[in-house]
Every structure is written in C-alpha cells, then in structure tokens.
C-alpha cells in the first residue's frame, strides 16, 4: 500500500488540521478501515482524525464515450468545465464555482440553487461495481452513497453556454475569499442558514482566528492560525443559538473528522 504524507493545515480549503501519512487507494484496491477524503474542501479534520485514504491519480480523468461523458472521481470541477466547453457540453457550467473533486461532489449531491451534480448522472463506479442512478437515493446536499466512488458517467448534451457561467460566477460573489470549509451548514426547509446565523447575532463574530463571516454569515472563515477547537466552537454556539430562538436545528454541511466518526459510519 503507497501512502503520501499531507499537511492539513497548508492542504484543506480552511486551513486546519495536523501532518497526517494517507493510504492512496490504486488499481481499485480500497484499504479497509481508513475514512476517504478528497480535495479536503468542505471538511474540518481534528488533530487526532481517523486513519484516511484518498483516491491516486490515476482517478482524475475525463472520456467522451459512446455512453456518456466519464469522469473519474478525483477530478476537480474546474478541469469539468474546461473541458466542456472545448466540447461544447452542457450542464457542467455551475462545477466552476464549486470546490473539490468528484467524488466528494457526488457524495453530498453538490450543486448551486437548482443545479445539481445528481441532475445528469447516469451511473457511478464503486467497489461493488456499477449503481445506476435509480438505485442510489439522494436529495439536497445527502446521497446514500456508502462506498468509494471511482468514476461516474453522465448525459453528454451539447450546448454549453458562457452565459449560465457567467451567472454561476455571480452567484459565488458573494463569497468571503479567507480560507474557509465552504457553507458551514445547510439551507433549512424555506429559510437561510446564513440569516438564521446573522439573526442571532453571529455574523463576524470571532472565537481565535475563526469567525462567521462578515461577507457571508454562513462562512465559516480562518483568519490566519485557527484552530480546530475554535472552529467546533463557533458551530456548536451558532447551533445552539439558532434552536433556541427558532426552534431550528441546523445541520452541518461541513463534515467534521475526528476519531468517533468511524464509529458512525
């Protein structure tokens, strides 16, 4: 088993987490035991996590096939889109905009509003074999995914459209550019995580070098040496904060990787 060394604190989107040796899963051959990650974009890692895995290089393609487009599940959105439009593709325009690679999008039916990754998938690849779309239940920001994903196949519908672009883009303007683990938690029925956050009195608040945005409320930001610990607290308070005065209990979309979780899994 190869593994490679990452250093969590340079190599996840908020900038957190300890020097850790990750198995890398080759030739289909998933280590047993470890948590998978991928581009650490929408996660929180503690300092003790599990031990983890993530997916070679040899996972980050791109085919036009006779079926579809595939894609391997290490593949980061932006290379999506790049090669798309060189294609004239439709439908990929809005991976532009979101972080990460697609295995991790595919996990948690990533998207923007009404766009998403769910809406032209056909079929995924994992360890037991192909699962076609029909057989995978999913809805907002949830799939019942439980395996490593190699690939995904997907319509390939001709059309893209700089136009839907350029509105994904504006879209994602709002956004605060400290690092940061994306929307820290998800839209509840009919409201916004981000006004329930700033209605009871969280947005910019610090705790450390952790705070809720002044941009976006719902952004989770590090300010120069956050801390892990800074972090969970400021979840935990805007959580608590928000059930009592609204009755609301907000869920994270952050995934927070500590040692328990392989017990939840």
Same mark, same amino acid.
């Given at each position: 088993?190869?593994?490679?060394?990452?250093?969590? =604190?340079?190599?996840? &989107?908020?900038?957190?987490?300890?020097?850790?040796?990750?198995?890398?899963?080759? #030739?289909?051959?998933?280590?047993?035991?470890?948590?998978?990650?991928?581009? %650490?974009?929408?996660?929180?890692? &503690?300092?003790?996590?599990?031990?983890?895995?993530?997916?070679?290089?040899?996972?980050?393609?791109?085919?036009?096939?006779?079926?579809?487009?595939?894609?391997?599940?290490?593949?980061?959105?932006?290379?999506?889109?790049?090669?798309?439009?060189?294609?004239?593709? %439709?439908?990929?325009?809005?991976? =532009?905009?979101?972080?990460?690679?697609?295995?991790?999008?595919?996990?948690?039916?990533?998207?923007?509003?009404?766009?998403?990754?769910?809406?032209?998938?056909?079929?995924?690849?994992?360890? &037991?074999?192909?699962?076609?779309?029909?057989?995978?239940?999913?809805?907002?920001?949830?799939?019942?995914? #439980?395996?490593?994903?190699?690939?995904?196949?997907?319509?390939?519908?001709?059309?893209? &459209?700089?136009?839907?672009?350029?509105?994904?883009?504006?879209?994602?303007?709002?956004?605060?550019?400290?690092? =940061?683990?994306? =929307?820290?938690?998800?839209?509840?029925?009919?409201?916004?995580?981000?006004?329930?956050?700033?209605?009871?009195?969280?947005?910019?608040?610090?705790?450390?070098?952790?705070?809720?945005?002044?941009?976006?409320?719902?952004?989770?930001? #590090?300010?120069?040496?956050?801390?892990?610990?800074?972090?969970?607290?400021?979840?935990?308070?805007?959580?608590?904060?928000?059930?009592?005065?609204?009755?609301?209990?907000?869920?994270?979309?952050?995934?927070?990787?500590?040692?328990?979780?392989?017990?939840?899994?």
């Amino acid at each position: 088993m190869n593994t490679k060394t990452i250093d969590f =604190s340079k190599f996840s &989107s908020i900038r957190i987490g300890p020097m850790v040796e990750v198995a890398l899963i080759e #030739n289909d051959v998933v280590p047993e035991g470890r948590f998978i990650l991928g581009a %650490a974009n929408n996660v929180l890692i &503690s300092p003790n996590p599990p031990p983890l895995m993530i997916l070679s290089k040899e996972y980050d393609f791109i085919r036009l096939e006779y079926d579809g487009l595939h894609i391997g599940a290490a593949t980061p959105g932006g290379r999506v889109v790049s090669f798309c439009k060189k294609h004239n593709i %439709a439908h990929f325009e809005y991976l =532009s905009k979101l972080p990460g690679t697609l295995g991790g999008m595919l996990k948690m039916n990533a998207g923007l509003k009404e766009y998403e990754i769910f809406n032209h998938l056909i079929a995924i690849r994992t360890q &037991s074999g192909w699962k076609q779309k029909s057989e995978i239940e999913y809805g907002y920001r949830k799939t019942s995914i #439980n395996e490593v994903v190699f690939e995904a196949v997907f319509e390939a519908q001709n059309g893209y &459209s700089v136009e839907r672009y350029e509105m994904f883009s504006q879209m994602r303007s709002n956004q605060p550019n400290n690092p =940061s683990a994306g =929307s820290c938690f998800k839209n509840p029925p009919g409201d916004y995580a981000g006004r329930l956050i700033e209605a009871v009195g969280l947005k910019g608040i610090r705790h450390g070098a952790i705070a809720f945005s002044e941009v976006h409320a719902n952004f989770l930001v #590090n300010m120069g040496e956050g801390t892990y610990q800074d972090a969970l607290l400021l979840i935990n308070e805007a959580q608590k904060r928000v059930k009592e005065t609204f009755m609301i209990e907000l869920q994270c979309e952050i995934v927070i990787i500590n040692q328990d979780i392989m017990t939840r899994k």
